[in-house]
């Protein structure tokens, strides 16, 4: 079984300042790993996925994402947040094999203030 | 633009009536998803189909939910006797490739008064 646990359903940060979303995942199998946002009222849009070529993947919006699998973790970092950038993160999990559909965490929340 | 139409986009209703929604995803004959979001929560996995086949059915799928996607097209979930605790927004998602990633439509969003 596969399962996705996101820390913190919300994240405050100040313009300019470093953006770290936690994730942690399980799975019995090597896994394929995403992260997407999802603007108010809106779908669901593809951040960036890791699917084993490099632990370091780099995303749209200058996010970036490591994964670390002595830790079993992907955390989402942005260098410098920006306004725009307050929405729902969500991280999300899949077999490799494609045999399961994507699990993903409960969400959290990002606010940038000025 | 990820490929994926969703109608409607909102739908009032009733308890106890039953709606209907559909996705069009932009190419047949790949994986087609259905997954629920409640206020606050990720998305849940319902089912999946590769082309017309039902593959996966989630437990939360209850016997008042129904999909089929005929011709391994468009593909629709109905719900019968609606409760209020069906309303939350459904999402259609579409694979492409091997990569694993799902491409999402923006949801129909269902309130049952």
């Known amino acids: 079984a596969q399962s996705v646990t996101q820390l913190g359903s919300h994240v405050s940060v100040s313009e300019g300042a470093l953006v770290l979303l936690r994730c942690n995942y399980s799975s019995s199998v090597p896994p394929y790993l995403f992260w997407y946002v999802q603007y108010p009222n809106q779908g669901l849009q593809l951040l960036l996925k890791y699917t084993s070529a490099a632990t370091l993947v780099k995303g749209i919006n200058d996010f970036e994402a490591e994964f670390k699998k002595s830790e079993t973790s992907f955390h989402l970092t942005k260098p410098s947040a920006h306004m725009s950038d307050a929405a729902e993160y969500f991280c999300a999990v899949s077999s490799r094999d494609g045999g399961t559909a994507l699990i993903f965490g409960k969400g959290t929340t990002l606010s940038v203030s000025s | 633009d990820t490929g994926v139409s969703q109608d409607p986009r909102h739908k009032i209703t009733k308890r106890g009536q039953n709606v209907t929604f559909r996705c069009d995803p932009i190419?047949?004959?790949?994986?087609l998803y259905w997954y629920r979001q409640t206020l606050g929560q990720g998305p849940e996995f319902l089912t999946y189909f590769q082309n017309e086949a039902q593959l996966e059915k989630s437990r939360l799928l209850s016997d008042r939910f129904s999909a089929e996607r005929p011709k391994g097209s468009f593909s629709t979930l109905e719900i019968q006797r609606t409760e209020q605790g069906d309303s939350a927004m459904y999402l259609c998602a579409r694979n492409q490739g091997n990569g694993g990633e799902l491409f999402f439509g923006e949801g129909s969003r269902l309130t049952v008064l």
């Open positions: 190419s047949e004959h790949n994986r």
